[in-house]
């Protein structure tokens, strides 16, 4: 379910007042392939519900390039909010997820391979709540920029 921004506190509230814990990740997810699938599968794994963080299109043009995103934030939140992983999406405007993280304080944040712990966006306010930052390593060989690389080819 793709959920509005000023929306995200009340229903983190009310997810963790039922008891459930939260997973919270982040990306761009451009152009969906079996290597964000597993990743968003492995971050279900970690807690009750799975939210995500979709930078919007400012944010990945200002991100990526200009050329960036290829789909729109509206048609990425619809297709990544019907995996059955993935719970609620939320877009967010910024470069980092850090505001959207302090309104949902998550019980788990998830990041890829490509991250160390200490470097995570977010994981001083996660820690210091009493959770955990968890890494996911990647899937060899899918990107979504190799995938346009073979596509210009």
């Given amino acids: 379910m ?58 990945v043009r200002r991100l990526k390039g200009e050329k960036r995103p290829i789909n729109s934030e509206i048609d990425r939140a619809i297709v990544i909010s019907e995996l059955k992983s993935v719970d609620y999406v939320v877009i967010f405007e910024e470069d980092t997820p850090q ?11 998830v990041k890829g391979g490509d991250y160390k712990k200490e470097d995570v966006v977010g994981k001083e306010i996660v820690e210091g709540n009493g959770g955990e930052v968890v890494i996911i390593p990647f899937v060899d060989g899918k990107s979504t920029t190799n995938i346009i690389n073979r596509i210009n080819e």
């Fill in 99 to 109: 505001e959207i993280i302090s309104l949902i304080v998550p019980n788990k944040l």
């Fill in 2 to 59: 793709i959920v509005e921004r000023k929306n995200i506190k009340e229903l983190s509230e009310q997810i963790k007042s039922e008891g459930k814990s939260i997973v919270f990740t982040n990306g761009c997810f451009d152009i969906l392939h079996s290597g964000h699938v597993f990743y968003l599968q492995k971050a279900k794994q970690q807690g009750d519900i799975l939210i995500l963080g979709l930078n919007s299109d400012a944010s």
